[in-house]
T-cell receptor
């Protein structure tokens, strides 16, 4: 069974600080997705990374897919209170139409 | 542009009661999913469907049933509610099955079993 582990589980930082969230697996994934979930809402897709070594940028967010496609990271530069939320990574379960979700990283950015 | 719509948003049930959580999408997506999210946790797959008339179990299907009579609707049924089913339930839909398509989520149903 493929698993996705995220670290850290919780993160509380001051506005303006940088942070990195990790999503790791012992299995190879064909792609990985990152979602952000705000309180009372469903997750919303931020990005999908497909190619090993791929780097994608979304304003102050930088996403990287590991060369071996077993891990991914999300780096936020100069965090803002609006970045507060639950960050989830997810990947397709090989050979099925199911998705596996990571354990999540709950980020709080203090003004 | 409604996307994925879930009803009700909140519900309190007594142990042993039954209910159906509704999910409908207007994007003509073939693939639909039901997840539960326990406090502070990620998402666990309950059931999924790859098209009308086709459903399959996910990671935690016990105590739940689903049906998919149309492309748009994917209701989740709890037959005998138990306290362990207290959770937030999310329905999602996806256009394609290649794993690279974004999942579109509803806003969830918050269910408490007392």
């Amino acid at each position: 069974t493929q698993l996705l582990e995220q670290s850290p589980q919780f993160l509380s930082i001051q506005e303006g600080e940088n942070l990195t969230v990790y999503c790791n697996s012992s299995s190879v994934f064909s792609s990985l997705q990152w979602y952000r979930q705000e309180p009372g809402e469903g997750p919303v897709l931020l990005v999908t990374v497909v190619t090993g070594g791929e780097v994608k940028k979304l304003k102050r967010l930088t996403f990287q897919f590991g060369d071996a496609r077993k891990d991914s990271s999300l780096h936020i530069t100069a965090a803002q209170p609006g970045d507060t939320g639950l960050y989830l990574c997810a990947g397709p379960d090989s050979g099925t139409y199911k998705y596996i979700f990571g354990t999540g990283t709950r980020l709080k950015v203090l003004a | 542009n409604a996307g994925v719509t879930q009803t009700p948003k909140f519900r309190i049930l007594k142990i042993g009661q039954s209910m159906t959580l509704q999910c409908t999408q207007d994007m003509n997506h073939n693939y639909m999913y039901w997840y539960r999210q326990d406090p502070g946790m990620g998402l666990k797959l309950i059931y999924y469907s790859v098209g009308a008339g086709i459903t399959d179990k996910g990671e935690v299907p016990n105590g739940y049933n689903v049906s998919r009579s149309t492309t748009e609707d994917f209701p989740l049924r709890l037959e005998l509610a138990a306290p362990s089913q207290t959770s937030v339930y999310f329905c999602a839909s996806v256009l394609g099955g290649d794993g690279n398509q974004p999942q579109h989520f509803g806003d969830g149903t918050r269910l408490s079993i007392l």
